[in-house]
């Protein structure tokens, strides 16, 4: 089975600093997806950026990055010029690169910008 | 692009009666969706996987007699709470994945629903 571990319950960031947030996951499969969720108070889950494992080539969705360690099994967001928008919760997720399953999500990170 | 719709956003119901919530894929067909559970400050913990004309699969833990599910279409899976009680009361949201890669492999949720048990 997989699980995804966020080890950070929440964090602060000023407003146009950089923040990274840690996520570190457990699999035996060779390839997958990875993803992480923005979900603001309104609970709607939001896709903020997406990483196939086969790509060495980290992802990047303008201010957002990943750097994904493969062997480490390691997949950080750094979010870079902080905006008050950014305040959510930051879910990481796994899922299979074959067969229709489902995410399997760390249990998030609180993520608050501080103006 | 893909579009997954939840409804109701919002209900409230009496101890004891059943509620009823639906998740549509609006663009695309969906043989397979998945039902989350969302404490308040938790993660979302999966409950199920409908799958269409065929039954759900639960995760351990979830009753299923309690939380029935239904995917009667392509586009349309529905959860029923029976005999609610207050502790079921939570955020309860569905995901869907299009077939294909047209849609670059990407999970879509609905708006998810909020139940309050009274």
């Known amino acids: 089975a997989q699980t995804v571990t966020q080890s950070q319950p929440e964090m602060s960031v000023q407003e146009a600093e950089t923040v990274t947030l840690s996520c570190t996951y457990d699999?035996?499969?060779?390839?997958?997806?990875l993803f992480w969720y923005k979900q603001p108070p309104s609970r709607q889950m939001i896709l903020v950026i997406r990483?196939?494992?086969?790509?060495?080539q980290n992802a990047t969705e303008n201010r957002f990055s990943v750097n994904f360690q493969k062997a480490a099994k390691s997949f950080s967001l750094k979010i870079s010029d902080s905006q008050l928008g950014d305040t959510a919760m930051y879910f990481c997720a796994f899922m299979k690169h074959t067969g229709n399953t489902p995410l399997v999500f760390g249990k998030g990170t609180r993520l608050s910008v501080i103006a | 692009g893909a579009v997954v719709s939840q409804h109701p956003s919002w209900v409230i119901c009496k101890s004891g009666t059943s509620v009823k919530i639906e998740c549509r894929s609006l663009d695309f067909q969906a043989t397979t969706m998945f039902w989350y559970r969302q404490f308040p400050k938790q993660s979302l913990m999966l409950m199920a996987t409908?799958?269409?004309?065929?039954?759900?699969?639960?995760e351990q833990g979830v009753e299923k007699d309690k939380f029935l599910i239904n995917h009667a279409s392509l586009t349309l899976s529905t959860l029923t709470v029976t005999s609610a009680h207050p502790e079921d009361s939570s955020f309860y949201i569905c995901?869907?994945?299009?077939?294909?890669?047209?849609?670059?492999?990407?999970?879509?949720f609905g708006e998810g629903s909020w139940l309050t048990v009274v």
């Open positions: 995901s869907a994945r299009p077939p294909g890669q047209g849609y670059g492999n990407t999970i879509y």
């Open positions: 409908s799958n269409e004309g065929s039954k759900a699969t639960y």
């Open positions: 990483q196939e494992a086969y790509k060495q």
């Open positions: 699999t035996s499969e060779s390839n997958y997806y």
